[in-house]
Structure formats: C-alpha cells, structure tokens
C-alpha cells in the first residue's frame, strides 16, 4: 500500500518561507507527474503545482513566481519550496499523483502564515 507522508508546514510571518517535503513509501512514482494540492477552511483542495518526471513543472497562478517545486525521483520525495508567503496561502498542504490523484490522500501539513 503507498504512503504519502508530507511534512514541513508550520507558522510562518508574511514574507517568509516554508519548504514541504513529501516522500511516498512503498510506491515508484517516479514515473508519474506530482502535485501539490492545499485545502483552505470551507474551500475546495485545489492544485498549487505539478511536475513531470523529466522536471517540467507548471504553477497556479497565485503562487507563480514564489513556489518552486521539484522532485527527488530516487528518493521518491517531492517537495515545494514557498517563498514570500502571503496569508491566502494558509492551508493544508497535501502531495499526490497529478490527474488524477492514484494513492490514498496523506495526513497533509498545515502552513499558516499570520504576523
């Protein structure tokens, strides 16, 4: 059975950064294109980025130009470096395959950036 297991969210001042990791156990997805998606209160999860397997990577557009994400594929990690954070990014972060999402959703990591 694959795990996602993401990590790396906390509190974080406006303006500041955050890097999310999210390894997968269990799974190659080496070979499929990865997602971040986040979730705010009382709003739909929503894709933030993806990322083939050959690196290419596209972003939503609140966030293009401060996320970067990338991908470790021998490692089996992902993971999403956010930079000049605003308080409309606070959410919960979560990982998975890029449409659709293939493995159970993981716990997610919670970013909350408030002063």
């Known amino acids: 059975q694959v795990q996602l297991v993401e990590s790396g969210g906390g509190l974080v001042q406006p303006g500041g950064s955050l890097r999310l990791s999210c390894a997968g156990s269990g799974s190659n997805f080496s070979i499929y294109p990865m997602a971040w998606y986040r979730q705010a209160p009382g709003k739909q999860r929503a894709l933030v980025a993806f990322i083939l397997s050959g690196g290419t990577s596209y972003y939503a557009d609140s966030v293009k130009g401060r996320f970067t994400i990338s991908r470790d594929n021998a490692k089996n990690t992902v993971y999403l470096q956010m930079n000049s954070l605003k308080p409309e990014d606070t959410a919960h972060y979560y990982c998975?395959?890029?449409?659709?999402?293939?493995?159970?959703w993981g716990q997610g990591t919670q970013a909350t950036v408030s002063s």
């Open positions: 998975n395959t890029y449409s659709p999402p293939r493995y159970p």
